[in-house]
């Protein structure tokens, strides 16, 4: 998408206008039924955290625990479900007018991304997700996923134990506290290829929002809104292709996209091959 398109869609990671303390406290003792004093000795009025749909505060408990409390925007259901009638109705158009797009599947496409949206607004689904992703690593001391406060999470509300850490994307900080950047590349990637190549369960969202380094040096994921799951007959498709590509054995990484259904059988397989080719080629 280019630099600049980037760096604007990375305003959408944790800089957004935030929605008041107040709101945010109100939110609170209405989804648990009981005031915001019975849950929390301390609760910070200003969100350390404000993207696209929801903010986080940190807080302690009445039983002295410091924990980050994520809390829905207020509203935002509503304004995805306004988004998705739009989209929704921008495919069929797209379907319609332009015959090449239907293999995209632009419909199909937007339901997958309204299913995604539903799980995402619901914050029980995302302490499942941390929950699992953390007992996946429980034997991995370098890779940290925040433990899950169930008696301060519902559907709205998400309670985690509070984390600190430098950005992954800020070296020169990193550098500066004595962290190695090559060090910190072997931890975060090999804890991505266990999640994709071991677990089938992954975090599908890994901006650097939400990666922290500890002074420990280790790698801090949050925000498990968006997951991924991989079948086993995926995972294999996935590493035969990847260890083609590095293997340069552009063919077999031809071949596995036709055995997986990825492209259709009546393309000419040399042609890809040839295209494979031009494309993992330059990077190597």
């Known amino acids: 998408v280019g630099e600049d398109v980037a760096l604007a869609l990375s305003e959408l990671q944790d800089r957004l206008p935030p929605f008041s303390g107040q709101a945010a406290r ?3 003792a209405r989804e648990f039924d009981q005031p915001l004093k019975a849950l929390f000795a301390e609760f910070d009025n200003e969100p350390v955290a404000a993207a696209s749909i929801a903010q986080v505060h940190f807080a302690r408990t009445v039983a002295g625990d410091e924990v980050a409390v994520k809390i829905l ?9 306004r988004d998705l009638e ?6 069929a158009l797209a379907e319609r007018a332009m015959p090449a797009w239907r293999r995209l599947k632009p419909v199909e496409v937007i339901r997958t991304f309204a299913e995604s949206v539903a799980m995402e607004m619901d914050l029980r689904i995302e302490a499942a997700a941390a929950s699992e992703l953390k007992q996946n690593f429980a034997d991995e001391p370098m890779f940290f996923v925040p433990a899950v406060d169930w008696q301060r999470t519902s559907q709205r509300v998400l309670t985690l134990e509070r984390v600190a850490g430098v950005p992954i ?14 060090d910190i590349l072997v931890i975060a990637a090999g804890a991505f290829f266990r999640q994709v190549f ?5 975090h599908a969202d890994l901006h650097a929002g939400n990666l922290l380094v500890d002074a420990e040096g280790r790698v801090i994921a949050v925000d498990f809104g968006i997951m991924g799951r991989l079948d086993r007959e995926t995972r294999r ?5 990847l260890m083609g590509f590095l293997r340069r054995d552009y063919a077999r ?14 393309k000419s397989k040399a042609a890809f091959t040839q295209a494979i080719r031009a494309i993992g080629e330059p990077i190597l």
Do not use: C, K, Q, T
């Not at 739009?86 to 495919?91: E, K």
């Not at 071991?198 to 992954?202: I, L, M, S």
């Open 73 to 81: 925007r207020p509203g935002i259901e509503a304004a995805f479900a």
């Open 198 to 202: 071991r677990d089938g369960f992954f």
């Open 237 to 241: 498709y996935l590493a035969e292709m």
């Open 169 to 182: 994307d800020e070296r020169e900080n990193l550098v500066s506290a004595g962290h190695e950047p090559r």
């Open 86 to 91: 739009l989209f929704y109705w921008l495919a």
């Open 253 to 266: 990484v031809a071949e596995v996209h036709f055995e997986a259904g990825y492209v259709p059988r009546r």
């Open 26 to 28: 109100d939110i609170v």
